[in-house]
């Protein structure tokens, strides 16, 4: 029934900085922008695959609303070259570290406060292995 993951929807602060954190730190195309009433109401974002990142503007306070959204995950074929590449442009980005799924990631902040979560993944991950993830947090 469900071919694969089509979009997620964030809200946003600010759509300028949420585009320039998704099109340019993160290297994602813009594929369409949302107008509503004449003003920009936000935009699509190319994830690969054809899956989206959908970012609409949220007026509120950061923090107004609980949210279940936990963290956005994207994969990458070469960590260290991606955090050398978002340090490079002025971004804060954590070291990689190895997961309890067998793969490698490091964390980041969206200008909204989304954890984003980028992932290498090994032969070993448990993605492809369906072994169990031992976790410690």
């Keep these: 029934m469900i071919k694969?993951?089509?979009h997620i929807n964030i809200g946003s602060?600010?759509?300028s900085a949420a585009e320039h954190f998704y099109c340019h730190i993160l290297g994602m195309e813009k594929?369409?922008?949302?107008?509503k009433e004449g003003e920009l109401y936000g935009f699509y974002a190319g994830a690969g695959n054809s899956t989206f990142v959908e970012v609409f503007i949220d007026e509120g306070e950061i923090g107004d609303q609980p949210?279940?959204?936990r963290?956005?995950?994207?994969e990458v074929e070469d960590l260290d070259a991606t955090i050398a590449d978002i340090r490079a442009k002025g971004w804060e980005i954590?070291?990689?570290?190895f997961g309890g799924d067998k793969s490698w990631q490091a964390w980041l902040t969206d200008p909204s406060g989304v954890p984003i979560e980028l992932m290498q993944y090994t032969e070993a991950s448990s993605q492809f292995t369906g072994a169990p993830c031992q976790v410690d947090w």
Excluded: G, N, T
């Excluded at 594929?31 to 107008?35: A, D, L, N, Q, Y």
């Excluded at 963290?71 to 994207?74: G, Q, V, W």
């Design 67 to 69: 949210s279940l959204l």
């Design 4 to 6: 694969q993951l089509a």
């Design 13 to 15: 602060h600010d759509l």
């Design 31 to 35: 594929v369409f922008e949302f107008i």
């Design 94 to 97: 954590s070291d990689k570290s």
């Design 71 to 74: 963290h956005l995950c994207f």
